[in-house]
């Protein structure tokens, strides 16, 4: 078998998530990451078996510029063709950046440090078009919106915290304690098509499920001064699990990179 290590960028607007998914009763299966990306494997292996596993598997509408993945192929093909190969045969909201090959042993949802996430929102009157699918358009009801305010919450999230309040249900994991190394909302630069455009950056060693959006949707609840700086430090002491907000829509979240 052989092995490689890929680096893949997407757009999740028109897919259901990265994993693949079952044809349901009336034989349709919905597009997902994983499975546009395996059927453009079957046709490199001539329908041979193969593998494929992710660092990140990313909700419905979620994006990707640092996505990582481990391809393994029963055929012997170089890292550049792959990448050519797979390039030629995907549509054009998905990309493979960077193949190279890989061991066995390698595992890219354990063989990390961490990852890096943005959340882009527009606090334009009207939402613009040019980053309409990529960025959350948040319209306060105030007067003004708060960036400042919003960098204040945005340090109570840096360092080892419970995030059970800021995360979905997962039986799964055994811990909701998680170590963010940054946190800080910045201005985006998509001048100049579009402005007013902000982002959420955060980096961490590991998120839960829906993390970020919760986090994101906590922000702008404490923007509209739905929730208090004094609510957000007791939510981290991980006292209940009553969530302060509603999670953020799916759209503004984009994976930007893994963490070697």
Same mark, same amino acid.
């Given at each position: 078998?052989?092995?490689?290590?890929?680096?893949?960028?997407?757009?999740?607007?028109?897919?259901?998530?990265?994993?693949?998914?079952?044809?349901?009763?009336?034989?349709?299966? /919905? $597009?997902?990451?994983? =499975?546009?990306?395996?059927?453009?494997?079957?046709?490199?292996?001539?329908?041979?078996?193969?593998?494929?596993?992710?660092?990140?598997?990313?909700?419905? =509408?979620?994006?990707?510029?640092?996505?990582?993945?481990?391809?393994?192929?029963?055929?012997?093909?170089?890292?550049?063709?792959?990448?050519? =190969?797979?390039?030629?045969?995907?549509?054009?909201?998905?990309?493979?950046?960077?193949?190279?090959?890989?061991?066995?042993?390698?595992?890219?949802?354990?063989?990390?440090?961490? /990852?890096?996430?943005?959340?882009?929102?527009?606090?334009?009157?009207?939402?613009?078009?040019?980053?309409?699918?990529?960025?959350?358009?948040?319209?306060?009801?105030?007067?003004?919106?708060? $960036?400042?305010?919003?960098?204040?919450?945005?340090?109570?999230?840096?360092?080892?915290?419970?995030?059970?309040?800021?995360?979905?249900?997962?039986?799964?994991?055994?811990?909701?304690?998680?170590?963010?190394?940054?946190?800080?909302?910045?201005?985006?630069?998509?001048?100049?098509?579009?402005?007013?455009?902000?982002?959420? !950056?955060?980096?961490?060693?590991?998120?839960?499920?829906?993390?970020?959006?919760?986090?994101?949707?906590?922000?702008?609840?404490?923007? !509209? /001064?739905?929730?208090?700086?004094?609510?957000?430090?007791?939510?981290?002491?991980?006292?209940?699990?009553?969530?302060?907000?509603?999670?953020?829509?799916?759209?503004?979240?984009?994976?930007?990179?893994?963490?070697?």
């Amino acid at each position: 078998m052989h092995h490689f290590r890929v680096t893949i960028a997407y757009k999740g607007t028109r897919y259901f998530g990265w994993q693949a998914q079952s044809a349901t009763t009336r034989n349709e299966v /919905k $597009p997902t990451i994983e =499975g546009t990306l395996r059927n453009a494997l079957s046709d490199i292996t001539h329908h041979q078996s193969c593998t494929v596993s992710c660092a990140s598997r990313t909700d419905g =509408g979620v994006h990707a510029q640092g996505q990582v993945a481990k391809i393994t192929l029963p055929i012997a093909i170089s890292a550049q063709h792959l990448l050519q =190969g797979l390039n030629s045969l995907l549509p054009t909201d998905i990309r493979i950046l960077n193949c190279e090959e890989s061991t066995q042993a390698y595992q890219p949802n354990r063989h990390n440090s961490g /990852k890096e996430y943005h959340y882009y929102f527009s606090v334009s009157a009207i939402d613009n078009t040019a980053v309409s699918e990529i960025a959350f358009h948040y319209l306060n009801v105030n007067p003004t919106f708060d $960036p400042a305010l919003m960098r204040e919450a945005c340090k109570l999230f840096v360092g080892s915290h419970d995030f059970r309040c800021f995360s979905s249900h997962d039986k799964k994991r055994l811990s909701t304690v998680r170590d963010i190394f940054y946190c800080d909302i910045l201005p985006a630069n998509f001048a100049p098509l579009a402005t007013n455009v902000y982002y959420l !950056k955060i980096v961490g060693d590991g998120f839960l499920k829906h993390m970020v959006r919760y986090v994101m949707g906590a922000l702008l609840a404490l923007d !509209k /001064k739905r929730i208090s700086l004094s609510d957000l430090s007791l939510a981290l002491e991980g006292e209940g699990t009553l969530k302060l907000s509603a999670k953020a829509k799916a759209k503004g979240l984009h994976l930007m990179g893994v963490l070697d």
